[in-house]
């Protein structure tokens, strides 16, 4: 399966973004969707993901800050980012479970400004 990610850009502290992460065409049922993120020379960390009855988990450091959605007609998981951080600075990674298999979308960049 193919994700398609998007809505990263540059944006300064205290501002919002929205990503978006697709898997046009696709008819298989994610179980899972998600995100997460790779600061460079840091581990990729966990950011939120939602499963397909709704049920959503956070990164502690997110918390409070991201909401995650998803439009399951469309196979699609949305990160609304809030109150962004300089250290949110990161590679964002889009992720969908269907069955057994775990496939990645491409990264989009966010760039928080201090």
């Known amino acids: 399966v193919q994700l398609q990610a998007s809505g990263g850009g540059l944006v300064q502290t205290g501002g919002s973004l929205r990503l978006s992460c697709a898997a046009p065409?696709?008819?298989?049922?994610?179980?899972?969707m998600g995100w997460s993120r790779q600061a460079p020379g840091k581990q990729r960390e966990l950011v939120a993901h939602?499963?397909?009855?709704?049920?959503?988990n956070y990164g502690d450091s997110v918390k409070g800050r991201f909401i995650i959605s998803r439009d399951n007609a469309q196979n699609a998981v949305f990160l609304q980012m809030n109150s962004l951080k300089p250290e949110d600075t990161a590679e964002y990674y889009c992720?969908?479970?269907?069955?057994?298999?775990?496939?990645w979308g491409q990264g989009t960049q966010v760039t928080v400004s201090s």
């Open positions: 992720y969908a479970l269907i069955g057994q298999d775990l496939s």
């Open positions: 065409g696709s008819k298989r049922s994610m179980i899972v």
């Open positions: 939602i499963t397909d009855d709704g049920d959503t």
